[in-house]
């Protein structure tokens, strides 16, 4: 980081299926949230990042930078950033560009997706825009048939089961039992993943995170501090297509992104006590722990078997159990960690957020000055 | 600015329908031509900011950030922003902040929008996205239907005719008879003007920007030099509902932005030279040249009428006669005074983009430095 970045205060609507909530009303929740818990007033905001994926196409709405701004009585600078479901974590990346340029002192970061006022194709379409127009998206490929072909690649190279990718899901849903602001909060048995219905073979609906309502909002400054500070904020990009990646079963922009951030925070990634990475689909959370090297190439599923000691993965719920309500996710995403160091007295948390199938990484480590 | 930030190349596609080339060509296309015009090789950019509007709803592209960065060999890293109509200038100013917070030393900046493939119903309900949709759009309000109220009360306010207000693309058309880039090179006349067909009263097809396909990109570099360099970049915001404005006759974010750009810029509106302002509608640009304080409340037509000895007014044409892709036009027109303020050896130029009615305003001021 090229300034010192805190994180002062954060909130979130409970992700779910909120019929009687808008896009903007979402928002607002968030937002107040936020701002009632960095002890602030709306007044002390300079700028404003959301991050948003489809509330274009679904809700008919954009230029959500100066919708949310109305929100403040003093309408600061804003804009949205869009990187499909990495939308939150870009716009988080941007606000420690403002900061770090001095343009700004304390920025509200936001994510916010609105997703359940859609029938499911048309949240399908959508969400195939974060793929390739030109290559993917007319050969019939959905993103669950996208990570279903990656999952099939994956089973056949390192002869992972159905059986043990059923262990992702179902713990990531008994994490989510004690977090209050989890879309679902029950046990998932790994028999009931691997009998769930199919989607996109091998994938089962229990293997894809859901489609869910919600937004997430945290306040990031220069000049207020707090014992929670960014140590590092990376982007990196790979290819859209499929077609166009030497292999489907490693992620070149999470290998980027993460190797960054562990450079810029300096440390080791065996430092990370916490870590909340994308799990879109059941494989994804395997493959991306292989690239940000927690595991070997193929052995991801180890961490899900036999445990780790040293780090929690998705202590949160991640995004099966938590609810995937897209451009919120990678701002959530900070909040939980910062939730979580403070609990554990921990001092390095990492969040990982891509959009599709990993064309665009960004990956956030959070430093808790931890009591001494 | 919070560093000395140089413009040192730009490329564009000529702005109209293209039928032939889809989003992602007409990106490469201008990405192409402002690497060569810059000298540089791809190798160099080591960031991409990309303002967009509507390529999510109208082509099925989203993540448009990682699809730019794929047209380089080292895949930089890579985001896109949206403000609608002012996503490009949006885009600049986020490239600003990158370059400013030494997280980037050269950053390609593109704005790109497709916009002839759909039917006119599809892209007026995008575009309405700029709106407010909770409170506009139900209302059954398009933009040329905000801009018809707006115009309806400006004309009641101040007394300006039908026929002066045809003055305005009347002009800027005849300035876009010397752009090769322009979609329309022919001059129009006030008098067809006012009798092209009715869009909504009191405004005329011809007082419309057009439909169009374009992209245009700039390079920014902190270590490269040139003798353009920004002294400006500043972002505003006001409410997107016209019923929540005090009045539709001036447009808060233009004024707060353009004074705040020449604060920074530490110049005199004066030592402008040539402007290129948001012209969606004929009476947009009447009301941004009071905003900016080059006329009088209700005057502006004034500088249509009688001329400005001092300052060139949308010399490029303009969204009227370039054609007005939206997310393009921001970052064309620091491209278009790019190329005025060389030929007239004169230093100062202002760039006035805007989203949707005024609600995200964001504007630039380029610096010249003339041989002595």
Redesign the interface.
């Known amino acids: 980081m090229?300034?010192d970045v805190f994180l002062v205060g954060s909130g979130q609507t409970r992700f779910g299926e909120w019929w009687d909530k808008?896009l903007?009303a979402l928002i607002e929740e968030a937002v107040s949230a936020a701002i009632t818990d960095a002890g602030i007033t709306a007044l002390d905001i300079d700028a404003i990042v959301i991050g948003n994926?489809?509330?274009?196409?679904i809700?008919?709405?954009?230029?959500?930078?100066?919708?949310t701004?109305?929100l403040l009585p003093h309408?600061?600078?804003?804009?949205?950033?869009?990187?499909?479901c990495a939308s939150g974590s870009?716009a988080v990346?941007?606000a420690?560009?403002?900061?770090?340029?001095?343009?700004a002192e304390t920025v509200l970061v936001v994510g916010a997706e609105k997703m359940t006022d859609a029938e499911n194709t048309a949240i399908a379409?959508?969400l195939?825009?974060?793929g390739?127009?030109?290559r993917d998206?007319p050969a019939g490929l959905t993103f669950p048939g996208i990570f279903g072909l990656i999952a099939s690649r994956y089973m056949h190279d390192y002869g992972l089961t159905r059986e043990e990718l059923s262990l992702v899901s179902s713990r990531h849903h008994e994490h989510a039992k004690a977090n209050p602001y989890a879309q679902f909060r029950s046990s998932v048995s790994p028999e009931s993943v691997s009998s769930s219905a199919p989607v996109a073979d091998p994938l089962r609906l229990l293997d894809c995170s859901p489609i869910s309502d919600g937004a997430a909002a945290i306040i990031l400054s220069r000049t207020r501090k707090s014992p929670l500070r960014l140590a590092a904020s990376?982007?990196?990009?790979?290819?859209?297509s499929l077609a166009?990646r030497p292999t489907i079963t490693s992620f070149a922009?999470t290998r980027d992104a993460f190797c960054r951030a562990c450079e810029e925070a300096e440390i080791d990634r065996k430092e990370i006590a916490h870590l909340e990475l994308h799990d879109c689909f059941s494989i994804a959370a395997l493959i991306n722990l292989e690239d940000m090297q927690f595991a070997d190439p193929g052995q991801g599923i180890g961490i899900y078997r036999d445990g780790l000691q040293e780090m929690s993965v998705n202590l949160s719920g991640g995004l099966k159990g938590c609810g995937h309500p897209v451009g919120a996710t990678g701002v959530k995403q900070i909040r939980d960690l910062a939730k979580q160091l403070k609990a554990s007295k921990q001092r390095f948390g990492a969040a990982h957020n891509f959009?599709?199938a990993g064309?665009?990484c960004c990956v956030h480590i959070l430093e808790h000055a931890c009591e001494p």
Do not use: F
């Open positions: 090229n300034a808008s903007p994926m489809i509330g274009q196409q809700s008919g709405q954009g230029q959500l930078g100066a919708m701004s109305a309408r600061p600078p804003a804009l949205r950033v869009e990187a499909a870009v990346h941007t420690c560009a403002l900061l770090e340029s001095k343009r379409s959508a195939m825009g974060a390739d127009s030109e998206a990376q982007l990196a990009t790979d290819a859209l166009e922009a959009g599709g064309a665009t």
